[in-house]
């Protein structure tokens, strides 16, 4: 029952009650109006209460408050008589993560909710991962995108030691494919501008390269979330050995769970149906400012 009828049902009751017993029109109309506003006070009140609690209980930050606002707003107007889920963001203080090359969206999810991630530095580097690879929906279905490393001289590298290799022209040849796999969605023009830059600077290091694309990431969705490195200071805080579950989940995420995600438009799905937990690119593309609440959902 929504806000709508609830007003109309008391209108109802105060009209037969006035209309039966002969009070006059000025009357009628001043218990309408009180009715009216006893009602719309009582969401408010519920609206403010809850949301007050979740300022305190979550410690959000600003642009995160207005979501949890807007979010508890139409709930509460769609159903007037349940209390308000509000823990629709549960934040983390902290979490660590591995480097990718243009995350997947699970990834990114679990940035929104998190206040400081830690991107880890020290992790061992593995060939055939998203530490240099990504996934887009091109054409002729999941395209993968990788980035040429250098050769190691030793067994074992950290992420922070792999370097990038430019003997081939594969700048050139991912932002092709990324403009051949999205220039017609409806929002490639509104955020390509700021990628083009990391299709042309020639990054050293992979891990460099990683942070500033996932910071300016960040920056388009409007995000408040810092990053470090578990090579500064706060790397004390941390076990960089032991991953939180969630780093598990989606870095070794498999594709049964990431067929449960809720489906986004996507341009070839008439094609090949719906393809899950791409590129976050995927996602800006095609939904724009509306990636914000579907990374919500996670």
């Given at each position: 029952?929504c806000?709508?009828?609830?007003i109309?049902r008391?209108?109802k009751i105060?009209l037969?009650?006035?209309?039966?017993?002969?009070?006059?029109?000025r009357?009628?109309?001043?218990?309408i109006?009180?009715?009216i506003?006893?009602?719309?006070?009582?969401?408010?009140?519920?609206?403010?209460?809850y949301?007050?609690?979740?300022?305190w209980?979550?410690?959000?930050?600003?642009?995160?408050?207005?979501?949890?606002?807007l979010?508890?707003?139409k709930?509460?107007?769609?159903?007037?008589?349940?209390n308000?889920?509000?823990?629709?963001l549960?934040?983390?203080?902290d979490?660590?993560?591995?480097?990718?090359?243009?995350?997947?969206?699970?990834?990114?999810?679990?940035?929104?909710?998190?206040?400081?991630?830690?991107?880890?530095?020290?992790?061992?580097?593995?060939?055939?991962t998203?530490?240099?690879?990504c996934?887009?929906?091109?054409?002729?279905?999941?395209?993968?995108?990788?980035?040429?490393?250098?050769?190691?001289?030793?067994?074992?590298v950290k992420?922070?030691?792999v370097?990038?290799?430019?003997?081939?022209?594969?700048?050139?040849?991912?932002?092709?494919?990324?403009?051949s796999?999205?220039?017609?969605s409806?929002?490639?023009e509104?955020y390509?501008?700021?990628?083009?830059?990391?299709?042309?600077?020639k990054?050293?290091?992979l891990l460099d390269?990683?942070?500033?694309?996932?910071?300016?990431?960040?920056?388009?969705?409007?995000?408040?979330?810092?990053?470090?490195?578990?090579?500064?200071?706060?790397?004390?805080?941390f076990?960089?050995?032991?991953?939180?579950?969630?780093?598990a989940?989606f870095?070794n995420?498999?594709e049964?769970?990431?067929?449960?995600q809720?489906?986004?438009?996507?341009?070839?799905?008439?094609k090949?149906?719906?393809?899950?937990?791409?590129?976050i690119?995927?996602?800006?593309?095609?939904?724009?400012?509306n990636?914000?609440g579907?990374?919500l959902?996670?």
């Amino acid at each position: 029952m929504c806000l709508q009828s609830a007003i109309k049902r008391k209108f109802k009751i105060v009209l037969f009650v006035n209309i039966f017993f002969g009070i006059e029109l000025r009357s009628l109309l001043l218990c309408i109006c009180k009715q009216i506003i006893n009602v719309t006070l009582g969401y408010v009140k519920k609206l403010l209460f809850y949301t007050f609690v979740c300022y305190w209980n979550f410690k959000l930050s600003f642009k995160k408050r207005q979501i949890v606002f807007l979010l508890n707003l139409k709930y509460a107007i769609l159903h007037p008589n349940e209390n308000l889920i509000l823990p629709v963001l549960r934040m983390r203080t902290d979490l660590i993560l591995a480097s990718e090359y243009f995350p997947s969206i699970k990834y990114v999810s679990q940035i929104l909710k998190t206040e400081t991630i830690f991107i880890e530095a020290k992790a061992q580097f593995a060939k055939h991962t998203f530490f240099n690879k990504c996934e887009i929906y091109a054409a002729n279905g999941k395209l993968s995108l990788t980035v040429p490393i250098k050769k190691f001289t030793f067994p074992k590298v950290k992420m922070e030691e792999v370097e990038i290799s430019y003997d081939t022209d594969w700048q050139r040849l991912h932002f092709k494919s990324i403009e051949s796999a999205y220039r017609s969605s409806a929002f490639y023009e509104f955020y390509i501008d700021a990628f083009l830059p990391f299709f042309k600077k020639k990054y050293q290091y992979l891990l460099d390269f990683n942070t500033d694309l996932l910071k300016m990431i960040i920056e388009e969705l409007e995000m408040d979330t810092r990053i470090l490195l578990t090579s500064e200071p706060y790397k004390k805080q941390f076990d960089a050995t032991n991953l939180s579950n969630e780093q598990a989940e989606f870095s070794n995420e498999n594709e049964a769970n990431s067929n449960s995600q809720f489906a986004y438009y996507q341009i070839f799905a008439n094609k090949f149906g719906f393809i899950p937990n791409l590129s976050i690119l995927d996602l800006l593309f095609n939904e724009g400012p509306n990636a914000r609440g579907y990374l919500l959902k996670f």
